[in-house]
């Protein structure tokens, strides 16, 4: 998926490339000019009706409009445009800005309520300053496109219009990137949300592509998690929901640090050694979610009861008088689909497109060689793989939220686990837990907050080691330290005894902030 800087970028390699070829039809040109700059103007304005506008970007909006003006002088002067097609590198540029806004919208429903933790990190003031300082490079861009209109032109009234457009659109790029030094760069790296819809894996899927796949497999998941957490989701997280999205959260790290295990062998020994290591801390948070999932045995959720204890036989007489009672058939939440999913990719990578779970023998895996080459080398690795434990510390916050929502209906035929019988009801196997086993069941994602910590930031040491950039990084702790203010948890990178740089992903404890009402 495409991330705003991408989009930005696309959209100033048009206009460079519409100022650098002679235009067939200049009027025509100058139309589509025209409906760059609406887009680029429609692209800056509020997304919140109680939002409201730094004066940079109010003054990148002004002379924006400005601009506007003296080119409607010009197609006043020039003739109609003809029947000669046009170029159309400002057309794909206009389409570029209006993606960017569907970016920005995707994060909030039809309401202005946000969808997904990103969708507080876009109303910051840096935040808002990064859109308008890209913008002001675009208005820039679209300066030379209308010098470049102006060339040859023989009137001389267009020729001063064309100089105005020039003039107003250098004005917006002069001082909305001068305004706007403190742009948060991390923004950038925000894509467009996609809903909580499982996309299964395909033996005809491509290895080259698990990274991709992956990536959009945890931003499902990411909005699967604030979902819950904050009470947006029709469909309930259930306890035999719980227990596979923790099972299949674990089999996706020892996959992927086997994965890592795998390329090591390829490499010298000092980058191997970073491999290794990341691989331990990958195992490790596996083991906190598999903790988290025994926490479920012998417990079942009434309303979802898909995983439960083998339950005996029915009796003759039961079995007689018809009182016989099949368990309810439950759709699963779709984030388990998705942990599965993810799981299988990894898996793939690994062994091969043809692999699946449920495999009775476990396949030889791929060679060192062939899974650097899908990967990108062992930074991109890193950076794909870092997704998993980013993601899985937002699944882990919102996970005691989803015990919480589920334990009107949780039962245990454990005695020790029971709560009190109630006076006059006839004793059944299962009763309703003990307040003390609810608190047991929520107590082991707490382990797994900082488990996924330690893996992200051995991830992001590889990936710094290898020169890759992980942009990705800073949106998340600015993401997680708005979903730690909710849930009064911190998102912050393990402090080291060796003195290193600073990495631009998880960054160490700061104070919380409250997001501020302003939106794009």
């Known amino acids: 998926m495409a991330t705003l800087d991408e989009l930005f970028d696309t959209a100033e ?18 139309a589509h000019l025209d409906r760059f700059l609406s887009t680029l103007a429609e692209s800056l304005g509020p997304g919140d009706r109680n939002a409201t506008q730094s004066y940079v970007t109010d003054d990148l909006v002004f002379h924006l409009g400005q601009a506007r003006d003296a080119l409607r002088s010009v197609q006043r002067l020039l003739p109609p445009p003809g029947t000669v097609p046009s170029e159309s590198h400002l057309l794909d540029a206009s389409a570029a800005v209006d993606a960017v806004r569907d970016v920005i919208r995707s994060h909030r429903g039809p309401d202005l309520t946000p969808l997904s933790a990103y969708a507080y990190a876009l109303t910051t003031g840096p ?36 100089a105005d457009v020039h003039l107003f659109l250098s004005k917006a790029s002069v001082f909305g990137r001068d305004g706007t030094r403190d742009a948060d760069a991390g923004i950038g790296a925000l894509s467009l949300t996609l809903p909580v819809y499982p996309v299964q894996a395909d033996s005809a899927d491509r290895t080259q592509d698990v990274p991709a796949y992956l990536a959009e497999d945890c931003d499902r998941l990411s909005r699967a998690a604030f979902e819950t957490l904050h009470h947006r989701s029709e469909h309930r997280v259930s306890g035999s929901d719980l227990q596979q999205l923790a099972r299949w959260t674990a089999m996706q790290r020892l996959l992927a640090g086997r994965v890592l295990l795998r390329a090591a062998e390829e490499l010298p020994d000092q980058a191997a050694a970073s491999l290794r290591q990341s691989a331990v801390a990958l195992r490790e948070s596996a083991q906190a979610w598999q903790k988290s999932a025994a926490a479920w045995h012998r417990i079942v959720d009434i309303a979802d009861p898909r995983s439960h204890p083998k339950l005996p036989a029915p009796s003759y007489e039961i079995v007689r008088r018809g009182q016989v009672v099949r368990l309810p058939q439950v759709l699963p939440h779709p984030s388990s689909v998705i942990a599965r999913t993810a799981a299988v990719r990894v898996g793939q990578l690994l062994y091969g497109p043809e692999w699946r779970p449920e495999t009775t023998t476990r396949p030889d895996p791929r060679k060192g060689a062939e899974i650097l080459s899908d990967t990108r080398g062992p930074g991109a690795w890193a950076a794909a793989v870092y997704r998993l434990p980013a993601t899985g510390w937002q699944l882990a916050l919102a996970a005691p939220q989803a015990v919480s929502q589920a334990r009107g209906g949780l039962v245990t035929d454990v005695f020790e686990q029971q709560a009190p019988g109630l006076p006059g009801v006839k004793n059944h196997r299962f009763r309703p837990i003990a307040p003390q086993q609810l608190e047991a069941l929520a107590a082991p994602y707490k382990a797994i907050l900082p488990s996924e910590q330690a893996s992200a930031a051995s991830l992001l040491d590889i990936a710094d080691q290898t020169g890759t ?52």
């Open 13 to 30: 390699d048009r206009l460079r490339t519409a100022a650098a070829t002679s235009s067939p039809d200049r009027a025509a040109s100058v």
């Open 127 to 162: 935040a808002h300053h990064y859109l308008t300082r890209r913008c002001a490079e675009l208005a820039w861009g679209a300066a030379q496109v209308a010098s470049a209109l102006a060339q040859d032109t023989l009137d001389p009234s267009a020729v001063a219009a064309f």
């Open 469 to 520: 950039p992980v942009p990705r990084a800073l949106l998340d702790a600015a993401a997680h330290r708005s979903l730690a203010a909710t849930a009064a948890q911190g998102w912050t990178r393990p402090q080291k005894t060796a003195a290193r740089p600073a990495q631009p992903g998880l960054r160490q404890p700061q104070p919380q902030l409250r997001p501020r009402r302003r939106a794009l």
